[in-house]
């Protein structure tokens, strides 16, 4: 992925809104094939018309939920400050001009997230992608989306180590992380799930910060 060289530095355009999200900051990534959002309020519909989908169930290992318990799980993910989630957008699905702090719910296709859950060591993060969207797979956005956000959670968060854990039978997603990380590391039984590790050295947290500076990240 190769982001437009037209795009100013992140480094000078990464700002923080005042008194929202929980305090992480309202702000945009803009990709080549992806744009990534915050998720706010206005996607949670669309989520949950998404997650009524059995393959998409078993592809996440979710379990379904009402839609007023997904406004309360986006609630939550907001106040959560080792939780971060981008809606992702296809770029090419947007009406009009992309206008920041609006959802632009017509473009939307899936979402990116990481969380921090080992209590031992808040550097390692747990990576997720799902590109919802049929119409959008098969695209590269879900690996341009994969990559933003890693060089995202390692510039920003000081994130060294990436997890992400797979249904066996998402076969698709099993091959983006392999492609991604080459090195499987350990294979966990319970529940089906694939976990793949890679630990981030140095030079991915150099490449992560020449990654950010081809994209652009501004306040909404």
Request: hydrophobic fraction near 45%; charge should be negative.
């Amino acid at each position: 992925m190769e982001a437009s060289e037209a795009a100013p530095a992140a480094a000078d355009t990464v700002m923080e809104a005042e008194d929202v999200s929980g305090g992480k900051g309202e702000w945009y990534v803009l990709g080549e094939r992806a744009l990534m959002v915050p998720y706010t309020r206005e996607h949670v519909p669309r989520y949950h018309d998404w997650m009524q989908d059995p393959a998409l169930l078993e592809a996440t290992a979710s379990e379904p939920l009402s839609l007023s318990q997904e406004f309360e799980v986006h609630r939550s993910w907001t106040l959560d400050p080792l939780k971060h989630t981008f809606i992702v957008l296809d770029k090419e699905l947007i009406e009009g001009e992309f206008v920041p702090g609006n959802p632009h719910i017509e473009a939307m296709v899936g979402d990116v997230n990481i969380y921090m859950n080992d209590s031992d060591d808040v550097q390692i993060a747990e990576i997720e992608i799902m590109i919802a969207e049929h119409k959008s797979r098969g695209k590269g956005i879900g690996q341009e989306a994969i990559l933003l956000m890693m060089a995202i959670a390692v510039e920003k968060y000081g994130i060294h180590t990436f997890r992400a854990k797979i249904s066996e039978s998402n076969m698709a997603s099993l091959k983006l992380f392999r492609k991604l990380v080459s090195t499987l590391f350990c294979r966990l039984l319970v529940w089906s799930l694939v976990c793949l590790i890679r630990i981030i050295f140095l030079w991915f947290g150099y490449r992560a910060s020449r990654m950010l500076h081809t994209v652009w990240c501004s306040r909404r």
